[in-house]
């Protein structure tokens, strides 16, 4: 099966324990996902790891317009009144 680990932040200085941590974590996955590109220039760069065994899924959220007062109006059936 499979072992695939997320990573949230990846250190570019890190110190020895926290090397070595990182160092056992990629060891032990077949993949690792990170959220940036930076992340993934990290891990080849200060841990060595192959590029082959990164995926970048990018952090984000999605892109969503506020709507406008009378397009909610409009969806709530609201007539021009003014609540408190």
Known sequence: MPFVTTLHTVLRDPD???????EEI?????????MS????????ETFYVPRDKIDLIPHGIPDLRSPTRRSTRTDLALKEKTFC
Do not use: F, G
Request: glycine share 0%; hydrophobic share 45%; proline share 0%.
């Open 26 to 34: 990629a060891a032990l996955s077949d993949r690792l996902i990170v």
């Open 37 to 44: 590109q930076q992340s993934s220039d990290i891990l080849q």
């Open 16 to 22: 020895r324990d926290q090397r070595a941590v990182m």
